[in-house]
């Protein structure tokens, strides 16, 4: 489908030059949003192909990840946000935070 539409482009093209009707003419705009189309679908069963195929991966390619912000993508996990050092952990065991009873 792809190339007989871009041959009937072509030819359309050939028909522009030599100089022919204005129903040609205008029906270069319709072939090339329809080239478009076909393209679009293409890709988009191609992306989703190659979605399925990397979905028990370990590792997806780059175009595949999400998109975000790089901020985001940089920032630590939730995990990594937890953790304590060694000395922290025991500066919290031996001064832990002091309560205070408040008179009303």
């Known amino acids: 489908q792809l190339d007989d539409l871009k041959n009937e482009l072509v030819n359309l093209r050939v028909a522009k030059v030599t100089g022919s009707a204005a129903s040609k003419l205008s029906k270069i705009k319709v072939v090339r949003k329809s080239i478009a ?10 992306k989703a192909e190659l979605r399925k195929f990397y979905s028990g991966k370990k590792y997806l ?17 939730k995990a990594e946000e937890s953790k304590v ?7 919290l065991t031996h001064f832990p935070q002091r309560k205070f009873a408040v008179k009303a």
Do not use: H, S, W, Y
């Open 85 to 91: 050092t060694l000395r922290q952990k025991k500066k």
């Open 37 to 46: 189309r076909v393209l679009t679908v293409i890709n988009q069963t191609q």
């Open 61 to 77: 390619p780059l175009d595949l990840r999400t998109k975000k912000t790089r901020a985001i993508r940089k920032r630590m996990t």
